[in-house]
């Protein structure tokens, strides 16, 4: 065995991982507490001066264009760390912007402006740690100890799920019998908890410094590729990327028609999507005007946004539970004590029981039979288990719209189903993105990976604004089922399709291994 191999096998577990698995809890128990009372109080009391029979419709559009906020910042926390001041301020200083929003919605719960405004907050400091924490969490990690990364990563997400779980439970309740302002407080509350929790560990992190300027970096080399002429050639890739630029500009113009949120986010996404086109179709004329290294640094990022463009769907499933599924829940037959919003709290239960049964059991017994569980192959079935899982949703759907009496027990099955599907992608999901992410791009990396929650909510979106149609409302009349049974069938049949692509570019996909080499604490 060589001396890497030897320390591979015997590199113990970092003890600052502690710290941030505490205020991982802390702060998971905050934005999960509020989060899922968020449509039942905007149903309930912030949007009465709304009719009625829009007021669910509104509060779903408020509810996910919070969630596209929350993973949109990432992008900008991302750039700020990797560029300026470092993983651990950036967090640290996003989070006291996080109580700040919190404090909004407990001050403000009879003032929409001061309400949204709080939301504003909480979805910049929440969205902007959101892939600094992840991704701290690796840096703790080098190649002395990095088999012990994958147990840090499923424990990161196992207390985000029992932070998750009390939220869950108890924030109804607190909603009901004590009001928004003790309802939206103890979330501020515990976000402070995590804020400090956090501090406390400073002096015994591994703490990366940013990023030098890089002339050799993601988008010089990308601006390289776009731009260079070759003799007698044209410039395809450069066309390609000309057109997301032509398409963000039509979407975003579409304001008026489509809202600020579904156009902004369309133009973000057209433009990624054909500047990244573009620049893998003329990659190969940046070498020599860059190193080796750096255009395989960029081909390796173009194909992991690939991956995440392909997970995108499974989102747009996943975010609905705390909005669709809670609308249906609302219709379906309960016991008199028990609230429609603690189903929430059934997803995280879940999780904390399935990754475990996962690791010990399951997939041992999947290597047992030579069938390998790879990081790719689990996203690929998870997105898939949201598929049926939106199948059966859809028919408790149809039961409903019949007129027949439903148990909200019946729920119990698509949320199984869902969440094993979110333990194979979204748990899979970080420790995929921070290995394949290039050193000088871990911070954006992860905030790409957390961009696909962004895209996932923007498909909702258009999706709700698209059967607002009178055209589309017809045709779906037509097939003699409901507007809200039609949306569940098409977003089950969306996660199928993404899934079998998913499969397909998987099967080529090489895995690379990025963890940094063996550091001391307290440097890089």
Known sequence: MSSAETQTATGKMPRQIPYIIANEGCERFSFYGMR?????????????????????????????????????????????????????????????????????????????????????????????????????????????????????FDLFYWIINFGSFFAS????????????????????????????????????????PPAPPNPDSF?????????????????????????????????????????????????LVLLLAFGSIGTAMQLERARGIHPDEAVEGVRAVLRILVIFALVTPFFSLFDQKASTWIVQANTMEKPSWFLPAQMQALNPMLVMLLIPFNNLVLYPMLNRFGLEATALRRMT??????????????????????????????????????????????????EFAYSQAPVSMKGAIMSFWNLSTTVGNLWVLIVNRSVMNEGVIGKIAESGISVTAFQMFFFAAFAAVAMLAFGLYARNYKMVDNYRQAAVPGKA
């Not at 407080?185 to 501090?199: D, K």
């Not at 598929?387 to 148990?407: M, P, T």
Request: hydrophobic fraction near 55%.
């Open 169 to 208: 439970l108890l924030m109804p309740m607190f909603l009901r019998d004590f009001g928004p302002s003790i309802a939206f407080g103890i979330p501020g509350l515990m976000m402070l908890a995590a804020t400090l929790v956090f501090w406390m560990g400073a002096k015994k992190y591994v703490h990366v």
């Open 36 to 152: 899922n009372i968020l449509t039942p109080f905007l149903i309930s009391t912030l949007l009465l001066m709304i009719p009625i029979d829009q007021r669910t419709g509104e509060a779903k559009h408020v509810f996910h264009t919070f969630v596209i906020g929350v993973y949109f910042f990432p992008l900008l926390g991302g750039w700020l760390a990797d560029r300026f001041f470092g993983k651990y301020n950036t967090i640290f200083w996003l989070s006291l912007v996080y109580c700040a929003g919190h404090a909004c919605l407990a001050l403000f719960e009879n003032s929409v402006n001061g309400f949204y405004f709080g939301l504003f907050l909480i979805a910049f400091g929440s969205g902007g740690i959101k892939p600094l924490v992840a991704s701290f969490v690796g840096d703790q990690f080098d190649q002395t100890n990095k088999h012990k990364a994958k147990l840090v």
């Open 381 to 430: 079935a998870g997105i898939g288990f949201s598929s049926l899982a939106w199948i059966v949703i859809g028919l408790l759907q149809l039961a409903l719209d019949s007129g027949n009496a439903v148990s909200i027990m019946w729920q119990i099955l698509p949320y199984a189903l869902l969440t094993f599907g979110e333990v194979l992608v979204s748990a899979t999901g970080l």
């Open 219 to 267: 988008t010089r080399v990308a601006r390289t590729a776009l731009l260079a002429r070759v003799d007698g050639g044209s410039r395809p890739g450069l066309y390609v990327a000309y057109v997301g630029v032509i398409g963000a500009l039509y979407a975003f113009y579409s304001i008026p028609e489509w809202g600020f949120v579904i156009a902004a986010c369309t133009a």
